[in-house]
C-alpha cells in the first residue's frame, strides 16, 4: 500500500525559505523510473506542478520557479524535501507530493499525499 | 511550456446525464502522456485515466477518455452522485508536466 505525507510549516513569512517534507511508505525511490513529484494548489484556483525527483537523483523544475525550488532525497528515511526560497504571499497554497510510477509512457501520479496548507504571512 | 486548456469551465448537469469535458493543448502530445484527475472539495486529486484513454485502478467503467494530439475527452457516461467534482487534465511533455484550469462538474 502507497502512502505519502506532507509535512512543514502552515506559516512562513514573506522572503523566507519554505522547507517541505514528504514522508512515504510502500515504495522504494530506489526502483528504476519511480519519481516523487509536488504539485500546489492555491485556494480555490488549479493545479500547478512544481518538481519532480527520480530514482537515479535527476530532477526536473518548473520552467517559471525553477531558480526558486531544490528537491532532494533521503532514500534510506523514504523522504523528498523540497526547498522554495523567496516566498510571496502569492505562493499560499495546498502543496501535495505525489508519486510517479516506473513503467514505458508513465507519467502520471497515481498516488498523492493529504496535503498540507502554507499560508505567507507577515 | 504545454498549456492546457480546459472548457467548458463549469458544467451543469443532473445525474443520469452524461458529461463530455474537453482538454485541448498548445502542441501536440503524445497520447500515452495524457492524464486526467478528479478532484473533491477538501480532497487530494485522484487518478481517474492515464495514457488518454486507460482506466486506472478503482476507477468505474462508466469514466472513459479518448484522443488524441491536441484534442482529448473525458466522458461520464451517466454521472452518479459521487461524480460532481472538479476534473483536470495533465500532460507530459519536454521534462516537465503541466496541468489545466479544471472543469467543475455541479448539480444542474
Known amino acids: 500500500q502507497i502512502t505519502l505525507k506532507e509535512s512543514g510549516p502552515t506559516l512562513v513569512k514573506p522572503t523566507q525559505t519554505l522547507t517541505l517534507t514528504c514522508t512515504f511508505s510502500?515504495?522504494?525511490?530506489?526502483?528504476?523510473?519511480?519519481?516523487v513529484g509536488w504539485i500546489r494548489q492555491p485556494p480555490g484556483k488549479a493545479l500547478e506542478w512544481l518538481a519532480l525527483i527520480y530514482w537515479d537523483d535527476d530532477k526536473r523544475y518548473s520552467p517559471s520557479l525553477k531558480s526558486r525550488l531544490t528537491i532532494t532525497k533521503d532514500t534510506s528515511e523514504n523522504q523528498v524535501v523540497l526547498t522554495m526560497t523567496n516566498m510571496d504571499p502569492v505562493d499560499t497554497a495546498t502543496y501535495y507530493c505525489?508519486?510517479?510510477?516506473?513503467?514505458?509512457?508513465?507519467?502520471?501520479?497515481?498516488?498523492w499525499g493529504q496535503g498540507t496548507l502554507v499560508t505567507v504571512s507577515s | 511550456e504545454i498549456v492546457l486548456t480546459q472548457s467548458p469551465g463549469t458544467l451543469s448537469l443532473s445525474p443520469g446525464e452524461r458529461a463530455t469535458l474537453s482538454c485541448r493543448t498548445s502542441q501536440s502530445v503524445g497520447s500515452s502522456y495524457l492524464a486526467w484527475y478528479q478532484q473533491k472539495p477538501g480532497q487530494a486529486p485522484r487518478l481517474l485515466i492515464y495514457g488518454a484513454s486507460s482506466r486506472a485502478t478503482g476507477t468505474p467503467d462508466r469514466f472513459s477518455g479518448s484522443g488524441s494530439g491536441t484534442d482529448f475527452t473525458l466522458t461520464i457516461s451517466r454521472l452518479e452522485p459521487e461524480d460532481f467534482a472538479v476534473y483536470y487534465c495533465q500532460q507530459y511533455g519536454s521534462s516537465s508536466w503541466t496541468f489545466g484550469q479544471g472543469t467543475k462538474v455541479e448539480i444542474k
Open positions: 505525489a508519486h510517479k510510477s516506473s513503467g514505458y509512457f508513465r507519467y502520471h501520479f497515481d498516488y
Open positions: 510502500g515504495f522504494s525511490l530506489n526502483t528504476s523510473g519511480v519519481g
